[in-house]
């Protein structure tokens, strides 16, 4: 089941186009009843195109020729995600130094290497990243380490290494059911949910659009949830608290009643270790 979902993840390059134009080029259209009506009016990607950019990015960050890589654009300083090393380090102190971490959409990686300088001082590290089959199986093949895994489904990823954090940065908007996947979140029983990057509709609705990439930025076009703030949160408030929120590098995109403000929040399960 979780596997056909993950086929549904919008390219790992468009997140942080959003940041970089924006807005400048990339539009949301139209408010359709269902995600299936909305896919029958978006083009979809090369998956395997912007895999290699992805690959080809990670390389380099890797060899030292750019700082950080998000979503296949490069950078010569990293975009340091605070909030979510915050969680991190406290995850970490409360568990005698060590850390698991999933990753939920992943890549090849990225958030791994913004935040593995903060890192260091963690006695034992694992970061697995739960993706699509073609982007694990390169994972495995050219990035896998003692520290960096890859799987295909949380099920997979928590029977390896029960997690202490989850992360879901940038991807729960293309994903057909995003209920469901807090579901498996939760049934996971991880002390922190990190949730970052979701467009959060300024007029309250929330609602299934398509989101369109013009031709200079390789002409593509995908469904997305912009989301009622409310309704997202509601899968995780029985047995998690929000412990915080913040404003995405992505900032607010779109028009009208299409419009939205990108936005993180953190979650704490009740009862766990460090909760009030």
């Not at 960050?61 to 296949?72: H, K, L, Q, T, Y």
């Not at 990439?213 to 469904?223: E, I, Q, T």
């Amino acid at each position: 089941m979780i596997l056909s979902l993950l086929k549904s993840i919008a390219p790992p390059f468009l997140a942080d186009l959003y940041r970089s134009i924006r807005g400048g080029g990339i539009k949301f259209n139209g408010g359709y009843k269902t995600w299936d009506a909305a896919q029958n009016h978006a083009e979809g990607y090369g998956a395997e195109q912007i895999l290699e950019k992805v690959r080809l990015a990670t390389h380099k960050v890797i060899r030292g020729e750019a700082a950080c890589e998000r979503d296949s654009v490069l950078f010569d300083t990293v975009p340091y995600p605070f909030p979510l090393i915050a969680i991190l380090l406290r995850a970490a102190s409360e568990n005698k130094s060590r850390l698991n971490v999933l990753d939920f959409g992943g890549a090849l990686g990225s958030s791994y290497y913004q935040c593995k300088k903060f890192l260091a001082g963690v006695s034992h590290l694992r970061w697995c990243v739960v993706e699509q089959p073609h982007y694990v199986q390169c994972g495995q093949r050219e990035f896998e380490n003692d520290t960096l895994r890859f799987y295909e489904s949380v099920e997979a990823c928590t029977e390896a290494a029960s997690p202490q954090v989850i992360l879901a940065s940038g991807v729960l908007q293309y994903m057909r059911d995003p209920t469901q996947i807090l579901g498996l979140f939760v049934r996971t029983g991880a002390n922190y949910i990190v949730i970052d990057r979701t467009p959060i509709s300024l007029s309250g609705k929330q609602v299934i659009s398509v989101q369109s990439v013009p031709s200079a930025l390789s002409r593509s076009s995908y469904p997305l949830w912009l989301f009622n703030e409310a309704q997202l949160k509601a899968p995780l408030q029985v047995d998690y608290e929000e412990i915080a929120h913040f404003y995405a590098v992505d900032g607010t995109l779109g028009t009208g009643r299409l419009k939205a403000e990108f936005k993180g929040f953190m979650f704490q399960k009740k009862n766990s270790v460090g909760a009030e």
